[in-house]
Structures are given as structure tokens and as C-alpha cells.
């Protein structure tokens, strides 16, 4: 695993992992994205929720500049184009060409391209690194598989490995529990809680309500606009949900108890 330097803690208290102010963007006749603000505290383990087509994974994308929206993204105190090498980034699954043909472990490996180069020699403490960040997801006998060759939750698996490889600071999950079963979903939780513990900073788009709470510390309602967003007891609240989903919301009684 690529060594992270240890949090300063008087810096991480100074400058968010993550700043965002106005952000807007719009696509063709959709607008995305309207003057969305939001502030991820360094050390925090945020859920983006919202309803189908909220802007979620164009909030992602926007802040990795691989969609262009207008407004400011800080990361770390500084441009977010600075910070790069310390943000790791998951893609939606459907975002993703599984026909493509390379093998998890090569898959793993371009989590350490800051480290090699692009074209650079793959050297044993790299490959180490690597197989390492497998390892930690369960994957340590899949390396030589093609991509193509595994199951969805095992290839949700390999690209939360990729962000590991990496050794990030701020880790940017576009829905990492979709599609997978309840036993991946757990190892999954477990690794981004033992990424926190040891001072990362989790920003995950989500999607179920009943595991906010168990899962995150803060959440980010999101409908085009930001609705709220806060520590999970004084921000996932009933009427934020409502305002984010429409009141038609809470058939599930272990969300009626958000009140
Ligand atoms: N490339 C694109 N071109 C045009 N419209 C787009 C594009 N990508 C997203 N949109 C639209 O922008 C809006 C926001 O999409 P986005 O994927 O960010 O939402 P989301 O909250 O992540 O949704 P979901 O929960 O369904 O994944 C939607 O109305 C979507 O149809």
C-alpha cells in the first residue's frame, strides 16, 4: 500500500478534504447541478443521498473535472487540480467497459501510475503494493482473472482496491454497494471505516436510507440543489428527506424513525 503521510490533525481541523461553492452545471436541456455547496470535513465519512437524477455522480464528476460545471472546488485548502494524487476515485459500475480486456491486477496497478509513470517499470514494492491492496478487498486469488471474468461485486471490489493502490486521502465512491451482496457490502463498509480510522476522508454517493446511519457520519441531501447537509442525527431528519424525495417517501418504517 502506498504510504499516506499521517493526518495533521491542526490542518485537517483548518481545511476541509473538500470545498464546493456554486457549483452548476447543466447538460444540454438538463440542469444538473444548481449552485450546489457543500463543505466534507478532513477525517469525515459523508453519504451523497438524493433521488434518481439529484445530480449525484455529476457532483462527483464535476470535482474531478471530467465534467466542466461552473463554481469553485477546493480540495485540501487548495485547487483541486493540486490535490489529484490525493484523491482516488470509484466509478459508478455502469460507467465502466467490462469488455475491456486487462486483468485485475493491471486493473490495481493504475491506482500506482503516480508512482510509475505511465509507461514506468512495475518494480516489486510497486507490484507488492498492489497485490497488497487486492488482499485487502479478499482479492488476492483473482489477480491474473480478466475484469470481464468476475462478478459484479468482485469487480466493485477490484476498483475499490485500485483506490487503495493509490494510498489517497480523500476517497470519492460513486455508489459502492450497488449490486453487491450482503456479505461484500460488509467487507466493503469495513475497509472505508478502516480507511477513516486511519485519517482518510470518504465521500459516497448512496442510496440506501436504512444504512446512512450505520454507515456515515455526515450526509449530503442533494436535489440539483443542496438540501442539507451535516452531522447524520441533525441532518437526516424526516423533513430534509422530504424536502430531497417529495413527500411520498417512507413506506420503509425503519426510515419513519428519521424524524
Ligand atoms: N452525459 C449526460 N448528458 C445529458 N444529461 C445527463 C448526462 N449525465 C447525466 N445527465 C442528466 O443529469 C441529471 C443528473 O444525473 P446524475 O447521473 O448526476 O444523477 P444521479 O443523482 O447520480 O442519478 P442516479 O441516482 O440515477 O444515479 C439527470 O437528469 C441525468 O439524466
Redesign the pocket.
Known sequence: MADRVPPNPLRAAECPALEVRGLS?R???????EAVTATVPAGSMTA?I????????????SVLGL?QAEGEVRAFGGPVAQAMARIAYVP?RAAVDWAFPVRVIDVVLMGCYRQTGLLGRIDAQVMAQAQSALARVGLQDFARRQIGALSGGQQQRVFLARALAQGADLFLL??PFAGVDAATESAIIGVLKSLRASGATILA?H?DLTTVASYFDRVLL?N?RSIAEGPVAQTFTRAALEKAYGPALFPDPAIRSAS
Do not use: C, F, M, W
Not at 447538460?27 to 447541478?33: C, E, S, T
Not at 433521488?51 to 457532483?59: D, F, M
Open positions: 452545471l447538460y444540454k436541456d438538463v440542469q444538473a447541478l451523497i438524493g433521488p434518481n437524477g439529484a445530480g449525484k455522480s455529476t457532483l462527483l464528476k465534467v459508478q460513486d455508489e454517493v442510496h442533494l440539483r
